[in-house]
């Protein structure tokens, strides 16, 4: 790597992102050798008045700064005062505090890339009727503010960059890392055709999964979901059945891949199919647990043997109670992300992070010698 950087690296950390964001800026001093009471990460602040409006401050001047902006719209844990009651932060709130910052930058940094994680409005990506098209309205803004580079991770659908076309666009998947944590937690799993299956839980999935499958040289399956059109229940057309397309499961173990659990219902149903058609063990990788409905229902399904673990990262908020499950796994991004922003600030492409291929087929060829040794 080049010595030259872009600019002064400066890391903001916006509220409910402080952990992981205080693990990012330890990589990069550990990289960089700097000093141990110094840090890259800037003081901000967006403290709100009696009636809920707030603003947003820097602790210092960010002029001629490469700054790299850390955001959680999904950090549900993060609360304020209004009107003397205390309310949870939105993804609408998260999202109003980062153009603040960006505000009060004031146009003074040379660079400001956004780093998030969960991709703010991602899922009301496209238009099918009289709607709002909120997550192009938010990159463009994003841009229009003066931001160069948006990097978030498994876009539910990235072609949503197309809004922003001449603006900075990464789309992450944290592949290499998922199969690193289940060899880790998993010693004695199989990566073979013979023993092990990708599963897509729907049709929006099918590019991650091919991924996954072709990297791994195993087969691959799939559900498409069937709607009922006719009716409209939480904003969205209810799935009435996951039908299943792929070859004999039967006694393999499957690893279902998607981009996030919202209340889990989908999940637990493909689960119960597999099960059905004699499939091992199931894993479950994806990259945001929500948990919108919390976790009774989850605890129910583990209990009655239809997966096995769920492994997801630690790039958005996850609940004291998630942390707790026997079930759950996480996987941690914070070096990954400090890679990412390391790369960037010295002016240098991430397409080798971008794509993982190389180390995973070296992961993959330790383990297989390991598990040929016992």
């Not at 219902?265 to 119960?272: H, P």
């Not at 990259?287 to 997801?312: H, P, Q, V, W």
Request: aromatic fraction near 10%; glycine fraction near 8%; charge should be negative.
């Amino acid at each position: 790597m080049n010595d030259y950087l872009y600019g002064e690296l400066s890391v903001i950390a916006m509220k409910g992102t402080e952990e992981f964001s205080g693990k990012v800026d330890n990589y990069l001093k550990e990289w960089r050798w700097h000093v141990e009471d110094e840090s890259f990460i800037v003081k901000a602040d967006c403290p709100r008045f009696g009636t809920g409006e707030g603003k947003g401050l820097v602790g210092q001047s960010m002029r001629g700064h490469d700054v790299y902006i850390i955001v959680d719209c999904f950090n549900y844990g993060v609360t304020y005062k209004m009107y003397g009651q205390t309310v949870p932060m939105s993804p609408d709130d998260h999202y109003c505090d980062l153009k603040r910052i960006i505000g009060a930058i004031g146009g003074k940094a040379r660079r400001i890339s956004v780093i998030m994680p969960m991709l703010y409005c991602g899922r009301q990506h496209n238009r099918t009727s009289r709607e709002s098209l909120d997550c192009a309205s938010s990159l463009q803004e994003l841009i229009n503010m003066g931001v160069s580079n948006i990097i978030t991770f498994d876009a539910h659908d990235p072609r949503v960059q197309n809004a922003i076309p001449l603006g900075g666009f990464d789309n992450v998947r944290p592949t290499y890392q998922m199969i690193k944590a289940l060899i880790k937690t998993v010693p004695d799993i199989k990566i073979d055709r013979d023993n092990l299956m990708i599963i897509s839980p729907d049709e929006g999935g099918m590019s991650r999964c091919m991924y996954y499958s072709s990297t791994l040289g195993l087969d691959l399956g799939t559900f498409y979901k069937r709607r009922n059109y006719s009716i409209v229940v939480d904003g969205m057309n209810p799935i009435e059945a996951h039908e299943f397309l792929g070859s004999d499961l039967t006694g393999k173990d499957v690893i279902v891949v998607d981009d996030m659990i919202s209340s889990g219902s989908s999940i637990i149903d493909v689960a119960k199919q597999l099960k059905e058609r004699g499939a091992n063990r199931i894993f479950v990788f994806t990259s945001f647990g929500l948990f919108c409905n919390g976790l009774e229902k989850m605890d129910k399904a583990y209990e009655e043997g239809l997966f096995d673990r769920i492994f997801t990262t630690n790039l958005i908020y996850r609940s004291p109670e998630l942390l707790k499950r026997e079930w759950y796994s996480e996987v941690d991004l914070s070096k990954y992300v400090a890679y990412i922003i390391d790369t960037l600030n010295h002016d240098e492409t991430i397409s080798n992070l971008l794509n993982p291929s190389k180390r995973i087929h070296k992961l993959l060829d330790k383990h297989r010698a390991a598990t040929e040794n016992k």
